[in-house]
């Protein structure tokens, strides 16, 4: 499961990993909260809503955008309440949770680390092989998060494996 975290607009999506680099989109939608209720109000309501795809789809782990500094306090300390609310429907439910920064997401998907939405949203339409580009812009960056961790999903766990050897050595 990929989910692009923000207040107002939280891009969310279920891919399945195929053999080698094949993704197959599953679902990917957008949950909206009003920016005239209050946090609190607007927290439970994507609360809801996460757990409702994470009770439907079940997914094997959740993959997010890293919170990063945007030069506007107000908006990165709304998109950590919902990161937190997020990663909380997911410890709730015992599934972990995986972080890349946007750099990380635009660099294994477009082979470019600043990479515009535009072309982010062009080529995660082209790997899915969808028939028209995934709007709004948060559905298709959930979608390229989740495509950024099935396609380093093996090293990390490869990497966590040899970690485990080490330390039981």
């Given at each position: 499961m990929g989910i692009d975290p923000g207040l107002t607009r939280c891009g969310l999506s279920v891919v399945q990993a195929g053999r080698g680099?094949?993704?197959?989109?599953?679902?990917?939608?957008?949950?909206?909260?009003?920016?005239?209720?209050?946090?609190?109000?607007?927290?439970?309501?994507?609360s809801a809503a996460v757990g409702e795809w994470m009770d439907e789809y079940r997914p094997d782990m959740v993959a997010m955008e890293r919170i990063f500094e945007r030069g506007n306090?107000?908006?990165?300390m709304h998109t950590a309440h919902a990161?937190?609310?997020?990663?909380?429907?997911?410890?709730?439910?015992?599934i972990p949770v995986y972080q890349y920064t946007p750099s990380e997401v635009k660099k294994a998907i477009s082979g470019n680390g600043r990479a515009d939405k535009k072309q982010m949203t062009?080529?995660?339409t082209r790997i899915l092989g969808l028939s028209e580009a995934p709007k709004p812009?948060?559905?298709?960056?959930?979608?390229?998060?989740?495509v950024c961790h099935c396609w380093r999903a093996p090293l990390i766990a490869r990497t966590t494996r040899a970690h485990e050897r080490t330390a039981t050595a």
């Open positions: 680099r094949q993704i197959l989109p599953v679902a990917v939608g957008v949950v909206r909260t009003p920016s005239t209720a209050e946090l609190p109000e607007r927290l439970l309501r994507l306090v107000s908006t990165v990161f937190g609310v997020m990663v909380l429907a997911a410890a709730e439910r015992g062009n080529m995660i812009a948060d559905a298709a960056d959930a979608l390229a998060i989740a």
